[in-house]
T-cell receptor, first 117, second 111 residues
Framework: GAVVSQHPSRVICKSGTSVKIECRSL??????MFWYRQFPKKSLMLMAT?????????EQGVEKDKFLINHASLTLSTLTVTSAHPEDSSFYIC?????????????FGPGTRLTVL | QKEVEQNSGPLSVPEGAIASLNCTYS??????FFWYRQYSGKSPELIMS????GDKEDGRFTAQLNKASQYVSLLIRDSQPSDSATYLC???????????FGGGTRVLVKP
């Protein structure tokens, strides 16, 4: 099956620092990757859609200058949380899309738990 | 009205019984439907995808789709304690590849 990795799995940082999270599709090429955020006991909220070689599309209410997304290749997308604050503490999950003529499935990475002190 | 609605649960079922999960969606042009399982502290895992009306079976799981009623369900047969998790219904609109998730239904399978 499709495998998506994320790194790091857990990060603790001080307020004001920037944190970079990597998302890789290991066994398929993903033209589209997605970044989600999930707060405790809540469902996934899509932050942005990342297409290889183009600018990310952000969902309403998500600050593009705070959450920088780069999708440099078909297997790698990165999310950088700039000047992180405690309210940014959350579970960040990426997914990669495998799309065929009759199907469209998203496979999720294991997630990155960010704690901002 | 939320775009994708699920009963939050918890849905408590005895081991070996059938767990029935429901999901309704508001956008009639939705084309693709997915069920994900999420264990506490983990990311979602794709269980089933369904694209046309009717039933689709995969092992102990059966997804049912009724586009006229804007309804998709998931049946888990012979429920096991390891099935205890939150089940997320996700819907893709006609274009754009984005998924909209429901709030999830928490399932508890009691031995």
């Amino acid at each position: 099956g499709a495998v998506v990795s994320q790194h790091p799995s857990r990060v603790i940082c001080k307020s004001g620092t920037s944190v970079k999270i990597e998302c890789r599709s290991l066994d398929f090429q993903a033209t589209t990757m997605f970044w989600y955020r999930q707060f405790p006991k809540k469902s996934l909220m899509l932050m942005a859609t990342s297409n290889e070689g183009s600018k990310a599309t952000y969902e309403q209410g998500v600050e593009k200058d705070k959450f920088l997304i780069n999708h440099a290749s078909l297997t790698l997308s990165t999310l950088t949380v700039t000047s992180a604050h405690p309210e940014d503490s959350s579970f960040y999950i990426c997914s990669a899309s495998s799309r065929g003529p009759s199907y469209n499935e998203q496979f999720f990475g294991p997630g990155t738990r960010l704690t901002v002190l | 009205q939320k775009e994708v609605e699920q009963n939050s649960g918890p849905l408590s079922v005895p081991e070996g019984a059938i767990a029935s999960l429901n999901c309704t969606y508001s956008d009639r042009v939705s084309q693709s439907f997915f069920w994900y399982r999420q264990y506490s502290g983990k990311s979602p895992e794709l269980i089933m995808s369904i694209y046309s009306n009717g039933d689709k079976e995969d092992g102990r799981f059966t997804a049912q789709l009724n586009k006229a009623s804007q309804y998709v369900s998931l049946l888990i047969r012979d429920s096991q304690p390891s099935d205890s998790a939150t089940y997320l219904c996700a819907v893709e609109k006609a274009a754009g590849n984005k998924l909209t998730f429901g709030g999830g239904t928490r399932v508890l399978v009691k031995p």
